[in-house]
């Protein structure tokens, strides 16, 4: 699903300067750039939400989601930024394929609410999901908890029968960690799953996703987290320190160009805050 000259110019920026090894080492090596390079957002999303929506929702396509990327800097929602990432590292020669998860929420549907990737080497399953952004994969061994022991970007599993649930740390909130239940009793999904789960989300119901009323972006950085919500930064040092602070829509709109990486062009389409639905 992706062409060659694409997937040379998406390594380049990546900053993968030959293609790795289809190992953990070559997997990590991938993972890593693409936690650090592409942001977890709904900028496209937004903008779709407010046009005419005649076409599908913005960046479901693997090809459409990084050719964005690399003209505007902006990734995607859990469907398909992982989606992408799926096939990128298809194209590499890894056995990587989706499936289904759910992030437990209160107040929102859970069945397949989450979207991310599995990947097999050897005799073993390795999470690498886009929007945890953990910086190295998370291996699953049935019975075994896990932990990608990784400073501020540290997921873990604990496993229950038939899967695991993964701890992750969203935001601002770094004492109590949200969950993302894997089955792995469950076959993996293809591509038109995820777009299908794609356009649920983009309803106007809250209950399908929260992601929909006002702008979020999230960056990892190896030494630093950010994130965009409204008109709150908040960004978490390397030792785990959270800072917010109110900021303007001027200001949010140079720390999307200057901090987050989005071209003027796209920061400049993103349609103001909605009220938050009840």
């Given at each position: 699903m992706i062409p060659q000259n694409l997937?040379?110019?998406?390594?380049?920026?990546?900053?993968?300067?030959?293609?790795?090894?289809?190992?953990?080492?070559?997997?990590?090596?991938?993972?890593?750039?693409?936690?650090?390079?592409?942001?977890?957002?709904?900028?496209?999303?937004?903008i779709w939400?407010?046009?005419?929506?005649?076409?599908?929702?913005?960046?479901?396509?693997?090809?459409?989601?990084f050719e964005n990327?690399?003209?505007?800097?902006?990734?995607?929602?859990?469907?398909?930024?992982?989606?992408?990432l799926c096939e990128l590292l298809n194209a590499l020669g890894f056995d990587a394929r989706r499936i289904?998860?759910?992030?437990?929420?209160?107040?929102?549907?859970h069945d397949g609410n989450h979207g991310t990737v599995l990947v097999r080497i050897g005799d073993t399953d390795y999470l690498a999901d886009a929007q945890l952004a953990s910086f190295c994969v998370l291996p699953l061994v049935a019975g075994q908890p896990a932990?990608?022991?990784?400073?501020?970007?540290?997921?873990?599993?604990?496993?229950?029968?038939?899967?695991?649930?993964?701890?992750?740390y969203p935001g601002s909130n770094r004492q109590t960690p949200m969950v993302t239940r894997l089955n792995l009793e469950r076959p993996a999904v293809d591509h038109g799953t995820f777009l299908a789960q794609y356009a649920l989300s983009a309803l106007?119901?809250?209950?399908?996703?929260?992601?929909?009323?006002?702008?979020?972006?999230g960056r990892h950085f190896p030494d630093r987290i950010l994130n965009?919500?409204?008109t709150t930064l908040t960004t978490?040092?390397?030792?785990?320190?959270?800072?917010?602070?109110?900021?303007?829509?001027?200001?949010?709109?140079?720390?999307?160009?200057?901090?987050?990486?989005?071209?003027?062009?796209?920061?400049a389409a993103v349609p103001p805050d909605e009220e938050a639905m009840v």
């Open positions: 997937l040379e110019r998406v390594l380049s920026k990546l900053g993968v300067q030959r293609r790795p090894d289809a190992d953990l080492s070559g997997l990590n090596k991938v993972y890593a750039a693409y936690s650090h390079h592409i942001p977890n957002d709904n900028v496209l999303k937004r939400l407010v046009g005419e929506k005649s076409k599908q929702v913005t960046g479901g396509d693997p090809t459409e989601f990327w690399l003209k505007h800097g902006a990734g995607g929602t859990c469907f398909p930024s992982n989606g992408a289904l998860g759910a992030v437990m929420m209160e107040g929102i549907e932990s990608t022991g990784n400073g501020i970007h540290d997921i873990r599993a604990v496993p229950f029968t038939g899967g695991f649930e993964v701890q992750w106007r119901d809250r209950k399908r996703s929260p992601f929909n009323e006002a702008l979020f972006i965009v919500g409204r978490i040092s390397h030792d785990n320190v959270v800072t917010k602070r109110e900021i303007t829509p001027a200001e949010r709109a140079q720390i999307l160009v200057d901090q987050c990486g989005l071209s003027e062009e796209i920061v």
